[in-house]
C-alpha cells in the first residue's frame, strides 16, 4: 500500500549523536519514497533547528527534505504555527499540518463544571490533564471560553465547530488533523467547515482580545 505522508515523530536523543540520527532520518525517508512506499515524509514535534537540520542534510546530500511539520495548534497554544513554521515555509516551503485544535477536549467547554464522569481528564493516565484544567491557569481559560461560548452562539454554531473553523482560518495552516469518539462529534466537528466563512475579521480580532495571547511576529509574511 502507498503511503501518501509518512510523519516521523520526534524521539528526544542523546545530543552526541544528535546531526548523526538526522542524516541516517532524512536517508531512511528518501529510500521509503523512492522504493514506492510514500510519497512524501514530514516531521511531528521537531523544533524548527531540527526541521532545519533535516533540510540542510537532504541539500547537502541529494536528499528528500521534509514537506510539513504536525505541529499541536489550537486556541491557547499558537507560537510555534503563527510564528515559527510560517518563518520555515518561506525560508525551505515546510507547510503545517495540525493536530489537537480542543486540546484535548480544554477547548470544547466540557470542563467548564469541573471533571464529567468518563471524560478523557477522569481516566487513568490522564492525571496531568486534570491536573492542568483544574490549576489557575486552567480556571482563566475557562473564564475566556465562556466569552467565546457566547461568540458561537452569535454565529449559531457549537464553541468546538469555533474553535475548529478558528484553526482552519490561519493562511498558514494545511489541514488540521481530528479526533471523534463518535459519529456524531465527527460531524460536529465536520460542521466547522460551515463555520469558516463567518470568521470575519472583527470576529477574528474580538476573539484574539478574549484569548490575550497572540504572539508576536517581527516579520509579516502574508505580503
Known amino acids: 500500500e502507498l503511503i501518501i505522508i509518512l510523519i516521523i515523530y520526534n524521539i528526544y536523543i542523546d545530543i552526541d549523536i544528535y546531526t548523526y540520527t538526522h542524516i541516517q532520518t532524512v536517508r531512511a525517508m528518501t529510500h521509503v519514497i523512492n522504493q514506492g512506499m510514500a510519497m512524501y515524509w514530514g516531521t511531528s514535534r521537531w523544533s524548527s533547528m531540527e526541521i532545519m537540520e533535516a ?7 541529494n536528499l528528500i527534505p521534509p514537506i510539513c511539520e504536525q505541529a499541536e495548534y489550537h486556541m491557547f497554544q499558537r507560537e510555534k504555527v503563527e510564528v515559527q513554521l510560517p518563518e520555515l515555509f518561506h525560508k525551505i516551503g515546510v507547510g503545517a499540518m495540525t493536530w489537537s485544535p480542543l486540546a484535548c477536549g480544554i477547548v470544547s467547554g466540557k470542563y467548564d463544571g469541573g471533571i464529567p464522569p468518563y471524560s478523557r481528564a477522569s481516566l487513568k493516565g490522564y492525571q496531568w490533564l486534570k491536573d492542568k484544567i483544574l490549576s489557575e491557569e486552567g480556571r482563566r481559560q475557562q473564564a475566556k471560553l465562556k466569552e467565546l461560548q457566547a461568540i458561537a452562539e452569535r454565529l449559531g454554531c457549537t464553541l468546538p465547530q469555533l474553535a475548529i473553523a478558528w484553526c482552519l482560518r490561519n493562511e498558514g495552516v494545511s489541514s488540521v488533523l481530528l479526533g471523534a469518539s463518535n459519529a456524531d462529534q465527527l460531524m460536529e466537528n465536520i460542521g466547522a467547515i460551515q463555520v469558516l466563512p463567518k470568521l470575519s475579521s472583527s ?9 490575550g495571547n497572540k504572539p508576536y511576529s517581527k516579520k509579516d509574511y502574508r505580503s
Open 55 to 61: 533540510y540542510s542534510v537532504a541539500r547537502q546530500f
Open 203 to 211: 470576529i477574528i480580532h474580538e476573539i484574539d482580545s478574549i484569548l
